[in-house]
């Protein structure tokens, strides 16, 4: 028997290595989002910026369909074979997507061929973010301590956010230091794509020295069949629609105020580009910093609580905050809008991991989790922004407003309904064997 101390080192190990290869991964993808201002016209050229703008949205959406594809292929491999060779396996693909884009010529160089491979790139990237929210949301919360659940998983979204914030940082370095506004439009948008396939060599290195979890070996010598199956999946109906329910208001949110805001700012509150990453880089910050504590506060007062707080107060004021903000010509009250928005989604994003976790058995947990949630995603998250700037070339952006507060109060009525799943964990028959 390890001592405590040996036990506790294991553990931290595990959550340090998990989270730093989801750090890697997201940064991958947000990338893309965050340089869309700028590559934009290299693949699509038109006259007018909100509609390229609305055709790199599109091929963000279209990596979010394979996201789907993504959680039940890796869902299915940490299920059979292990967290551990599923982490490993889909950082390697995220890297690969990123090599591709950082060195895909121009539409001006080779046509329509430009874009058809970012499409492809991005393809492959939403098949690998697609896998590593489940598993890794898996992975944290079977290698946390039981009190301290709601805290560890809860590093998902620092580091999910961390991955956009580290993108963030290099446009900031690059824009206000390094290249001109010329140079980042011509080439200089390709090195974050750069960067992130170097970080992505760290990240494997990382998860190839992982420890498996206790609930995964557990459950190594039971039947195969029962193991990472839609058919198994299926027998947990209610689980299911609570994972679909959940999330669907909250990653509208999450993606409206992350990914879609730095669009928002330039186009709609009319910030320079310089301006809207500078404020969505602090935001973003202080959010990230805030999930450790909701997480904790989850553990005292339960998951359910802090989920109807987002519902309540995300149908009540995401149009008032939308609205102004879009109507204010002042950096600092765009900045604590932003993040009075981003402080109601934290009731969501700190806990939703652990959450969903604590919903399915260990031979079905990977997959429980990120399947249902990749559709969910795929639907509501990866489409705000197509939707929300389709709005906006058609005179109606504030119907998105209204949108994503219908989104919330639907999600609102699964919290409402629900059990508390800090009381009903499944983790706890991993536990008791």
Partial sequence: MPEPDQISKKRLKAIFGGSIGNLVEWYDWYAYSAFA???????????????????????????????PIGGWMFGRIADKVGRKQSMTLSVLLMSFGSLLIAFIPTYKDIGIVAPTVLLIARLLQGLSVGGEYGVSATYLSEMASKNRRGFYSSFQYVTLIGGQLIALGIQLILQRWLLTEEELHDWGWRIPFIIGAILSLVALYLRQSLYETKAFEAQRNKPDERKGTIKELLKHPRALLTVIGLTMGGTLAFYTYTTYMQKFLVNTVHLSKSESTLISFWSMLIFALMQPAFGALSDRIGRRPLLIGFGVLGTIFTVPLLTTLGQTTSQYQAFFLLLAGLIIVSGYTSINAIVKAELFPAQIRALGVGLPYALTVAIFGGTAEYVALWLKGIGNEEWFYWYITGCIFLSLIVYVGMRDTKETSELEKDVQG
């Fill in 37 to 67: 201002l700028y590559f934009s016209a290299s693949f699509f050229p038109a006259g007018d910026k909100t509609a390229q703008l609305l055709n790199t949205a599109g091929v963000f959406a279209l990596g979010f369909l394979m996201r």
